[in-house]
């Protein structure tokens, strides 16, 4: 394997990128990584991105983009702590929350490869101090396979934690198991979303493994796959290099700041922490299985088999300890986390070969797919058609940079606005925005500062025209939109 280093590449804009040790192809990478509506596109995103965290919608996020097995971009925006001003990096950490589970199937996966356990055996088999009671009497036992795809019909949480952040130990949470925990549905009949299974699922690689969880998944997944900044269990020198996790804002305009919640024996289905940079190691893993049908750690056909769908209910698609997100015609699997003051997402577009890393500091933000400031949802938009184009199609040049100095923030009381060259033409974008290619305003070159907008929402000025103003020393200081409404252009 050869080491790569990080380099840093002036295409009209600083666009960091990385390659990691696992390269698969390096010669389409490089055509990525050079190609400037690629760069364009990245431009967008850290704009979109840095507007969120001046407006305080997030406090701080961590976005990695891995292709075909490598680490392509990857940066930090916001604060890791907005009191201490520490500034938020590929590298910070934050507790990925559920993203714990697909580690907690990986490892029931390892096990049964091993020939150590039956997915379809009932989970008492492996458990003999679990006696359930579950809804009715004729009900099947409970697999592992159910317990792996949520269909068990198993409650969700057996405890207060989620409110008075109190997790259970391992004895507390067997007792409640054994008391408190209750069947909402028959199993394999409806998909119903259970902590409950995962911490089981956990305390069967315990039984069958003769190691604690935290070990197991240390040494079978974490140190194979060098992820030196993941861990189980989380000492308190760890804890200090965590981001601040921060709540929802409040009526006051102001954040609750969360301390270090120990997610002790629940650890399978919520109590892991990590970094975009390992995140990315642990995507890239999945692409070796994937496309260079390589053997490590799982083979690729148990990949592939956690890959399929397993259960379906209505719009819910689950495979084994992935879930699997129907975007379009495209599939989208991985996994998102909601930890206390944390919101995270690691997915992965097998088709198109791209992976995506989101990390939030703060429970009211949107890393994950389904929700309309999805910034992984985002990403896989804007990148997956500019990627494919950079493969196939020869750089141009001339047209971006020829509009280079037109791009930029602008603004007046009523908005703001960013004008870039992207997708092959000059746009007004609304940075702050939920989706902010939706809506742009496009712009056709009539003269040297003058501009057509030939496409834009019906509302706004579309046929109308824009005329960029400079001023003495030719420098772009604002623009006239229609007939009169005028723009300045921000300090950048």
């Known amino acids: 394997m050869k080491q790569r280093s990080i380099d840093k590449i002036r295409i009209g804009l600083m666009f960091w990128f990385i390659l990691s040790p696992f390269v698969s192809n390096g010669q389409q990478t490089e055509k990525i990584t050079n190609n400037l509506n690629v760069a364009s596109n990245i431009q967008l995103l850290e704009t979109w991105l840095q507007t969120q965290i001046r407006y305080g919608k997030i406090p701080g996020v961590s976005v990695g983009i891995v292709y075909d097995g490598e680490l392509i971009y990857q940066k930090g925006f916001g604060y890791a702590d907005t009191d201490k001003k520490i500034l938020s990096t590929a590298e910070t950490r934050y507790r990925i929350a559920s993203q714990s589970k697909i580690f907690t199937a990986i490892g029931i996966m390892i096990l049964r490869d091993e020939g150590k356990l039956n997915l379809d055996e009932p989970i008492e ?3 003999t101090w679990l006696k359930l009671k579950q809804l009715n009497e004729s009900d099947p036992p409970i697999t592992i396979r159910q317990l792996l795809t949520h269909s068990s ?20 949470f067997r007792k409640l198991a054994n008391t408190q925990l209750e069947f909402v549905y028959s199993p394999y009949t409806k998909w119903k979303y259970s ?19 935290s070990d197991f998944i240390t040494e079978r997944i974490l140190l194979p796959l060098n992820m030196s900044s993941t861990k189980v269990i989380q000492d ?12 929802r804002i409040l009526s006051n305009g102001q954040r609750e700041k969360f301390g270090y919640v120990d997610a002790r024996a629940t650890a399978p289905m919520a109590g892991l922490s990590s970094s975009v940079t390992d995140l990315s190691k642990f995507i890239s893993w999945q692409m070796r299985l994937l496309y260079q049908n390589k053997t490590e750690i799982l083979s690729p056909n148990t990949l592939k088999e956690m890959y399929r769908t397993h259960f379906i209910d209505e719009d819910w698609r689950w495979g084994l300890g992935f879930s699997i997100y129907q975007k379009g015609i495209d599939q989208l699997i991985g996994a998102s986390g909601l930890q206390i003051g944390y919101r995270t997402s690691s997915t ?45 199609v020869p750089i141009q040049t001339d047209d971006i940079q020829n509009f280079k100095e037109f791009e930029g923030m602008y603004e007046n009381i009523w908005s703001e606005s960013y004008v870039i060259f992207v997708d092959g033409s000059l746009k007004i974008i609304t940075p702050y925005s939920a989706d902010p290619k939706n809506g742009a305003m496009v712009l056709e070159p009539i003269s040297e500062n003058n501009f057509k907008i030939i496409t834009a929402p019906r509302y706004k000025e579309v046929g109308e025209t824009i005329t960029f103003k400079k001023d003495a020393q030719g420098k772009v200081i604002g623009y006239t939109l229609g007939f009169g409404t005028e723009l300045k252009k921000m300090n950048e």
């Open 125 to 127: 088999k492996y458990l």
């Open 153 to 172: 019909g198993m409650s969700r949480d057996i405890s207060t934690s989620w409110t008075d952040f109190n997790f259970p130990t391992q004895e507390e």
């Open 195 to 213: 902590n409950n299974g995962y911490t089981l699922l956990g305390e069967i690689i315990e039984a069958v493994s003769g190691k604690t969880y």
């Open 236 to 247: 308190e020198d760890y804890q200090s290099t965590l981001a601040v996790g921060y709540g």
């Open 348 to 392: 992965i577009n097998p088709k198109e070969k791209l992976g995506v890393i989101v990390c939030i500091n703060s429970i009211d933000g949107e890393a994950h797919q389904g929700t309309p400031w999805s910034v992984s949802e985002r990403i896989y938009e804007w990148l997956t058609p500019a990627i494919k184009n950079a493969l196939t």
